[in-house]
């Protein structure tokens, strides 16, 4: 089966830094994207990782281990307009499509408090 | 601005009532999606189209209906809906169906099926 894990929610504080985990048990592998979401609007394209190792992209950092399963989202220099939610999705082969299609975990809501 | 445009952005429908979901990219992609958003679940992803043609199906009622009548247009036609079908409904597109092909969102579509 497929399975993404990711926290429901996390606060963190204004200018800190903060890391959002996502564990993903899939058939297929074809990459890993990051999405976020304020209220009430759409996803945002934020990162795509499909090889090991760290992706930087100004403030936000994103993370990958195929062996493990493992991702993770840093968020550095926290501000207030950072308080959304976090998708994390994987592509997987053999769910459709020729590439697969994306597998959305539940979304982590970050809350940045001053 | 995400480029992606959806009408209406709210929508509510009794039963038994036939409407129509409308989605517009003007980014010039070839790849347009429409995924179902439920409250404390992740994105679920209904139709996938290229070029027009529909290439993925993921195992939705036939009370959704997709139309995609040229490469900047999806419609999602919907009829005899039940209540747990009030969702947000989001349009996505992206460039071509390649692995690394990040996808725009619209801001979706609030439906309740009362």
């Known amino acids: 089966g497929q399975n993404i894990d990711q926290p429901t929610e996390m606060t963190a504080t204004e200018g800190a830094i903060v890391q959002i985990n996502c564990t993903y048990q899939t058939s297929g592998f074809n990459g890993l994207f990051w999405y976020q979401q304020h209220a009430g609007e759409a996803p945002t394209f934020l990162s795509y990782n499909v090889l090991d190792g760290l992706e930087e992209k100004g403030r936000f950092s994103s993370f990958l281990s195929r062996s493990k399963g493992y991702s993770y989202l840093l968020l550095k220099e926290l501000q207030m307009k950072d308080s959304a939610s976090y998708l994390c999705?994987?592509?997987?082969?053999?769910?459709?499509?020729?590439?697969?299609?994306?597998?959305f975990g539940k979304g982590t809501k970050l809350s940045v408090k001053p | 601005e995400t480029g992606v445009t959806q009408t209406p952005r709210h929508l509510v429908m009794g039963m038994t009532n036939k409407k129509s979901l409308k989605c517009e990219q003007h980014?010039?992609?070839?790849?347009m999606y429409w995924y179902k958003q439920s409250a404390k679940k992740p994105l679920e992803l209904m139709f996938v189209?290229?070029?027009?043609?529909?290439?993925e199906n993921n195992s939705v009622p036939s009370r959704f209906s997709p139309e995609c009548p040229n490469s900047s247009h999806l419609f999602l036609h919907l009829h005899t809906l039940q209540p747990e079908d009030s969702a947000l409904y989001l349009c996505?597109?992206?460039?071509?169906?390649?692995?690394?092909?990040?996808?725009?969102f619209g801001p979706g579509t609030r439906l309740t099926v009362t």
């Open positions: 189209y290229s070029l027009e043609e529909r290439v």
């Open positions: 996505a597109s992206s460039q071509e169906l390649s692995a690394g092909a990040e996808q725009y």
């Open positions: 999705a994987v592509r997987d082969w053999d769910y459709g499509g020729s590439q697969g299609n994306l597998i």
């Open positions: 980014l010039g992609h070839n790849a």
